[in-house]
């Protein structure tokens, strides 16, 4: 049914709300700092990809600029279109595009790009002389991961094409990139094997004239965990927002990190229930001794995993519970027990910091066989950000 924790919980959330996501904004500062302090001579991109992993872009943005990321990355145009339109000035790669988008404004606004195949680096150039400026590109080249970069004969063609266009002063190569298949692995032989491909790559850069301003491979994982990967610049991703990267090596709190983001609701009813009460769809749970039932007006159109069905973790009044049958589009259940004096209005934590004693992310992510990342990049758009402990 539950179990009782001692620890304090942070601040509870704004009342009157059916659910929010608290995001401390000090606590993505302090966990750029941790990571800038493993980096050692490597700048820090903060990737604030995907809404800032569910977190909030510009929020989350300028609270990794206070906590001394020199870099931002999105994997999207769209969003690093956002930042510069909400004033954050900071050097920022764009990776991820389709044909046909639009590279003129992203000149214009300064936006660095990411080049990978012939078709991109061919609108870049274009966009280059419409524009009259100079493209600041990062090639990515794929070193064993198989899905986005460069390689064999369209990388040749590439270095050709950026080594020509650099020297007429169209493009500016600032970076050569690539990413890892096992970061989350270190002693995997793809770890080592990757990072020499990735330096015999920029060996044949650099004969036909393209030598990059920074080198960039490490992820979270990697910037946690492997040194050897730093070069210039790493990327760290989900460890920004306080998330261990490789939780069978170490979870948060190891490695000087803690949750951002604490996902909440509150009790919308507590009712009486006989034994034998099947509960939600299908009545997959059944109540096997008399009790209470608390409802939470959260489901899967909130980010709530459907296939949390009876596994997820949740705490009401500091004592833990799992979901009590299917999560449904806007609720789901709890088995409180005949003892609980749980009300109407009461916080629910779904998950939160872990040094608090609340349910995390990562327990979510154990619990329904998937990774935290999915965890907080689900939370859906009808649950509200609250930011706080920084510039909101």
């Given at each position: 049914?539950?179990?009782?924790?001692?620890?304090?919980?942070?601040?509870p959330?704004?009342?009157?709300?059916?659910?929010?996501?608290?995001?401390?904004?000090?606590?993505?500062?302090?966990?750029?700092?941790?990571?800038?302090?493993?980096?050692?001579?490597?700048?820090?991109?903060?990737?604030?990809?995907?809404?800032?992993?569910?977190?909030?872009?510009?929020?989350?943005?300028?609270?990794?600029?206070?906590?001394?990321?020199?870099?931002?990355?999105?994997?999207?145009?769209p969003?690093?279109?956002?930042?510069?339109?909400?004033?954050?000035?900071?050097?920022?790669?764009?990776?991820?595009h389709?044909?046909?988008?639009?590279?003129?404004?992203?000149?214009?606004?300064?936006?660095?790009?990411?080049?990978?195949?012939?078709?991109s680096?061919?609108?870049?150039?274009?966009?280059?002389?419409?524009?009259?400026?100079?493209?600041r590109?990062?090639?990515?080249?794929?070193?064993?991961?198989?899905?986005?970069?460069?390689?064999?004969?369209?990388?040749?063609?590439?270095?050709?094409?950026?080594?020509?266009?650099?020297?007429?002063?169209?493009?500016d190569?600032?970076?050569l990139?690539?990413?890892?298949?096992?970061?989350?692995?270190p002693?995997?032989?793809?770890?080592?094997?990757?990072q020499?491909?990735?330096?015999?790559?920029?060996?044949?850069?650099?004969?036909?004239?393209?030598?990059?301003?920074?080198?960039?491979?490490?992820?979270?994982?990697?910037?946690l965990?492997?040194?050897?990967?730093?070069?210039?610049?790493?990327?760290?991703?989900?460890?920004v927002?306080?998330?261990?990267?490789?939780?069978?090596?170490?979870?948060?709190?190891?490695?000087?990190?803690?949750?951002?983001?604490?996902?909440?609701?509150?009790?919308?009813?507590?009712?009486?229930?006989?034994a034998?009460?099947?509960?939600?769809?299908g009545h997959v749970?059944?109540?096997?001794?008399?009790?209470?039932?608390?409802?939470?007006?959260?489901?899967?159109?909130?980010?709530?995993?459907?296939?949390?069905?009876?596994?997820?973790?949740?705490?009401?009044?500091?004592?833990?519970?799992?979901?009590?049958?299917?999560?449904?589009?806007?609720?789901?259940?709890?088995?409180?027990?005949a003892?609980?004096?749980?009300?109407?209005?009461?916080?629910?934590?779904?998950?939160?910091?872990?040094?608090?004693?609340?349910?995390?992310?990562?327990?979510?992510?154990?619990?329904?066989?998937?990774?935290?990342?999915?965890?907080?990049?689900?939370?859906?758009?009808?649950?509200?950000?609250?930011?706080?402990?920084g510039?909101?």
């Amino acid at each position: 049914m539950s179990t009782a924790t001692t620890s304090t919980t942070p601040a509870p959330a704004p009342p009157g709300l059916p659910a929010c996501a608290q995001v401390d904004l000090s606590a993505i500062s302090s966990n750029v700092a941790a990571l800038k302090a493993r980096a050692g001579s490597a700048e820090v991109m903060a990737v604030v990809k995907a809404d800032a992993y569910g977190h909030g872009l510009v929020p989350s943005a300028r609270a990794a600029l206070r906590g001394g990321a020199t870099w931002l990355g999105v994997a999207q145009l769209p969003e690093a279109v956002e930042l510069r339109r909400a004033a954050v000035e900071a050097p920022l790669l764009s990776w991820l595009h389709v044909p046909g988008q639009d590279f003129t404004e992203a000149l214009e606004l300064g936006i660095d790009l990411g080049v990978s195949t012939t078709w991109s680096l061919d609108q870049v150039l274009a966009a280059a002389a419409t524009t009259g400026r100079t493209a600041r590109v990062h090639l990515k080249v794929d070193t064993g991961l198989g899905r986005n970069g460069a390689w064999d004969a369209d990388l040749a063609d590439l270095l050709t094409t950026l080594a020509s266009s650099q020297a007429d002063g169209a493009v500016d190569v600032v970076g050569l990139f690539s990413h890892f298949a096992y970061a989350d692995a270190p002693q995997h032989p793809t770890v080592r094997a990757q990072q020499e491909r990735f330096e015999g790559i920029l060996e044949q850069a650099a004969r036909v004239g393209v030598e990059p301003q920074v080198r960039h491979l490490a992820n979270s994982a990697a910037t946690l965990t492997n040194p050897s990967a730093h070069y210039d610049l790493v990327r760290p991703g989900v460890s920004v927002y306080g998330l261990s990267p490789v939780p069978d090596l170490g979870a948060p709190g190891d490695f000087g990190l803690r949750e951002a983001m604490r996902l909440v609701s509150r009790l919308s009813s507590v009712k009486d229930s006989p034994a034998g009460q099947g509960v939600s769809y299908g009545h997959v749970y059944t109540t096997t001794e008399p009790t209470k039932l608390g409802l939470v007006p959260m489901g899967y159109s909130d980010g709530v995993p459907r296939h949390a069905t009876s596994v997820g973790p949740v705490q009401v009044g500091g004592r833990r519970y799992a979901v009590a049958g299917r999560v449904c589009m806007d609720q789901f259940v709890l088995d409180l027990g005949a003892d609980s004096t749980a009300r109407a209005g009461d916080e629910v934590v779904l998950f939160g910091v872990g040094a608090a004693g609340e349910p995390t992310a990562q327990d979510w992510a154990a619990a329904i066989d998937t990774i935290n990342y999915e965890i907080v990049t689900r939370v859906g758009a009808r649950v509200p950000r609250i930011h706080v402990g920084g510039d909101q």
